[in-house]
């Protein structure tokens, strides 16, 4: 969804844009597999048009443990998604 945003919104064409996620490797086999950074889908850096953007793409705790994430939440007192406390 947020690639399509990116994509067809005229707000971003001509800019450039760093979208950060949380996603863990840990949390399956497909996502251990993402590149920490990247270009992201919604990239056109070599767009010749008005919608040329740069767009990368950031995991920063991609090789995080599940520990680690919940005590850097703890330490700076962080509220996780509501969907984390019903065990989702």
């Known amino acids: ?5 990116i994509a067809n919104s005229p707000r971003f064409w001509g800019t450039k844009l760093l979208v950060v996620t949380g996603e863990r490797g840990e949390e399956s086999k497909a996502r251990s597999c993402y590149a920490v950074h990247e270009p992201d889908r919604a990239d056109n850096r070599k767009g010749k048009d008005k919608r040329q953007r740069l767009v ?21 007192g962080i509220r996780a998604h509501p969907c984390y406390y019903l065990g989702w």
């Open 1 to 5: 969804v947020l690639a399509r945003l």
């Open 56 to 76: 990368d793409h950031f995991r920063p705790i991609r090789d995080w443990k599940e520990e680690a994430v919940w005590a850097i939440i703890e330490r700076w």
